[in-house]
Every structure is written in C-alpha cells, then in structure tokens.
C-alpha cells in the first residue's frame, strides 16, 4: 500500500505568520495533490503537481502556493495565514498510469 | 465541488442491514471512485468504474454507474459497525489528471 506522510499533524498559527505543510511520498508517484475539507464542502483541490518542478493551480488556489522540489516531497504554502484557512489538509499522490489517489493522514491547520 | 454532489447528508442503518448512497454529478467523464473516510483518517478508494462500465463489485459494495442519468450509487450490504464512515464520490474528466468530490455523506451503522 502506497504510504503519504503529512507533518506537522496538528498545526496553531497566527494571523499573518507563513505556514508551511509538508508532503512526503516514496512510492515513486509522479502526481501529487493538496486537498482543504471543511464542514459541507467535502474535499476541495487547492495544488496539484505532474512531477518535480511543476505545480498547477486547482479551484482554490487564492491564498495558498505549492512547491514540488522532488518527486518525493509536496509542500503547501501559506505566506499570510488567515483565519478563513483553518481546516484539515490531506495531501495525496497517484501512481502512473492510474488515478487512484493515496491520501496522507491530514494536517489539522488552526489559524487564530 | 459542484462537479459531483452525495444525494444525502446523512444515512443511519442497523448492523446487517443494506443501504444505498447516491451520487449525481454534472458533467460528461471518464469514470467515477467512491471513496470512504474513517474519523480522522485520509479517505481511501473503494471502487473505481468507468464510463463504459454498469456496475462493478468490491466484497459486500456494489457501485453502479448511470452515464445518462449522470448518476452512481454504492450499495453496501450486512453492514458492520466498522463501515460507519463518511462516503465520498469523485469524478474523473478527460484531459485531467484531477478527481473531484462530492460533499459527502455521512453513513453511521448502528449496532
């Protein structure tokens, strides 16, 4: 089974600071997503990426930015945390030739 | 998304008991996933049917897929406990490499 790995799990921030979440996969998946779920909304796509290098925008990109740096890690950006971004974060990652998506644990982000 | 929507919010049943979550969704696609969520977990693929599949079968689910209608449903039958869960559809489209969810439901199998 394919293993996504979020950190931090729990994250308190401050109006205004920068946040950074944290994606790792070693399963050698080329796609990796960055997913909010909030009460009502279900899963809403923030980032996504095809691979090293390259990060696209999904239908709430406002606010946030990505970064891929490898194909092993995925990294969600806050730079001006607000309120309206608490939330729990699941990353996940899709192997080649499929869609099924892995998702991590989820980081539950609390911004006060 | 408005792409793919759960047509309740909430289902409650008995232990043993069968249940049905449907799902419309609003565009023409490549496939549909059901996926299902445990407290504090990440959600996790169920089933995947295609758009040139009916129906497709996982142990005790069963998701069928209505291409005309634009419709899905994922059947689960003599429900356990551990099935509680919330139950998620997500749609594919061509030329994206992207899944879109419905808001959910929430299924709670009682003893």
């Known amino acids: 089974e394919a293993a996504v790995t979020q950190s931090p799990r729990n994250k308190v921030a401050v109006t205004g600071g920068k946040v950074t979440l944290s994606c790792n996969q070693t399963n050698n998946h080329n796609n990796m997503y960055w997913y909010r779920q909030d009460t009502g909304h279900g899963l809403r796509l923030i980032h996504y990426s095809y691979g090293a290098g390259s990060t696209e925008k999904g239908d709430i990109p406002d606010g946030y930015k990505a970064s891929r740096p490898s194909q092993e890690n995925f990294s969600l950006i806050l730079e001006l945390a607000t309120p309206s971004q608490t939330s729990v974060y699941f990353c996940?990652?899709?192997?080649?030739?499929?869609?099924?998506?892995?998702f991590g644990a989820g980081t539950r982000l609390s911004v006060l | 998304s408005q792409l793919a929507e759960e047509n309740s919010w909430a289902l409650s049943v008995h232990e043993g008991e069968s249940v049905t979550v449907n799902c419309s969704y609003k565009?023409?696609?490549?496939?549909l996933q059901w996926y299902r969520q445990k407290s504090g977990k990440g959600p996790a693929q169920l089933i995947l049917i295609r758009s040139n599949e009916r129906e497709k079968r996982n142990g005790r689910l069963r998701a069928t897929l209505d291409t005309s209608s634009q419709s899905s449903s994922l059947s689960i039958t003599a429900t356990r406990c551990e099935d509680t869960a919330v139950y998620f559809c997500?749609?594919?489209?061509?030329?994206?490499?992207?899944?879109?969810f419905g808001s959910g439901t929430k299924l709670t199998v009682e003893p």
């Open positions: 997500a749609t594919e489209m061509s030329n994206y490499n992207v899944l879109y």
């Open positions: 565009t023409s696609i490549t496939a």
């Open positions: 996940a990652s899709v192997p080649g030739g499929e869609n099924t998506l892995y």
